[in-house]
T-cell receptor, first 114, second 112 residues
Framework: KAGVTQTPRYLIKTRGQQVTLSCSPI?????VSWYQQTPGQGLQFLFE???????NKGNFPGRFSGRQFSNSRSEMNVSTLELGDSALYLC?????????????FGPGTRLTVT | DQQVKQNSPSLSVQEGRISILNCDYT??????FLWYKKYPAEGPTFLIS?????DKNEDGRFTVFLNKSAKHLSLHIVPSQPGDSAVYFC???????????FGKGTLLTVNP
C-alpha cells in the first residue's frame, strides 16, 4: 500500500507570493491533518479535514487555508508569504478523525521564503 | 501555551546504554499518548503509544511509562543503537477533540 505523498518536496518562494501544497493520503484514509515544523517550535497543528470538512483548526492566521477533495486528497494554501513561513509542512492521514492515534505522515514539503 | 513539553532539546548516549526521553503535559483531558521518531528529510513515524488506563507499554527495545499523577511520561530505549539517532516527538490527544498535540522534540544521538 502506498504511503502518504506530498508534492512538491521542495519549494522556494518570495515574500508576498502565495503557495499551494498538495497531499495524497493513504488509500482508504479519509482524515488529513497538516502540521508546520520549525526548529524552535516542533510540530504545530494547522488543521484537519475529514470528509471534505474542516474539523479542527490550529492557531494560525487566516493566510493559512486548506481544503479536501472528494477523493480525500488535500491542499494547503498560504497567501502573502512571510519569511517566518519558512518551514517543513507535514501532512498526515488516518482512517477516520477518531483514529488519529494511527496517523501516518508524509515526507513533508520544505518551503523556503526569501 | 505549551500543553506538551519536552524540556530536553537533545540527549547523547553511548551505544548499548539506556536512553530515557521525557515528556510532561498539562492538559488533564489527555488520555492517549504517542511517541514518534523522525529522521532528517522524512516524516515522523509512529513508535509506541500508551493509553491513560495503563502505566506501562513495552514493544521490543522500547518501553513507555506513564505517571498520570505527575502528568509525565517517558520513553526508554534499551539497548540504544546508533540507528536510534533521530528526533523523538511526544504527542497527546484527549476529549472529543482527536487532534494530536506535539512536543517540540528531543534530538537523540547514540554514539558508537
Amino acid at each position: 500500500k502506498a504511503g502518504v505523498t506530498q508534492t512538491p518536496r521542495y519549494l522556494i518562494k518570495t515574500r508576498g507570493q502565495q503557495v499551494t501544497l498538495s497531499c495524497s493520503p493513504i488509500s482508504g484514509h479519509r482524515s488529513v491533518s497538516w502540521y508546520q515544523q520549525t526548529p524552535g517550535q516542533g510540530l504545530q497543528f494547522l488543521f484537519e479535514y475529514f470528509s471534505e470538512t474542516q474539523r479542527n483548526k490550529g492557531n494560525f492566521p487566516g493566510r493559512f487555508s486548506g481544503r479536501q477533495f472528494s477523493n480525500s486528497r488535500s491542499e494547503m494554501n498560504v497567501s502573502t508569504l512571510e519569511l517566518g513561513d519558512s518551514a517543513l509542512y507535514l501532512c498526515a492521514s488516518s482512517l477516520t478523525a477518531a483514529s488519529s492515534y494511527e496517523q501516518y505522515f508524509g515526507p513533508g514539503t520544505r518551503l523556503t521564503v526569501t | 501555551d505549551q500543553q506538551v513539553k519536552q524540556n530536553s532539546p537533545s540527549l547523547s548516549v553511548q551505544e548499548g546504554r539506556i536512553s530515557i526521553l521525557n515528556c510532561d503535559y498539562t492538559n488533564s483531558m489527555f488520555d492517549y499518548f504517542l511517541w514518534y521518531k523522525k529522521y532528517p528529510a522524512e516524516g515522523p513515524t509512529f513508535l509506541i503509544s500508551i493509553s491513560s488506563i495503563k502505566d506501562k507499554n513495552e514493544d521490543g527495545r522500547f518501553t513507555v511509562f506513564l505517571n498520570k499523577s505527575a502528568k509525565h511520561l517517558s520513553l526508554h530505549i534499551v539497548p540504544s543503537q546508533p540507528g536510534d539517532s533521530a528526533v523523538y516527538f511526544c504527542a497527546a490527544r484527549g476529549g472529543s477533540n482527536y487532534k494530536l498535540t506535539f512536543g517540540k522534540g528531543t534530538l537523540l544521538t547514540v554514539n558508537p
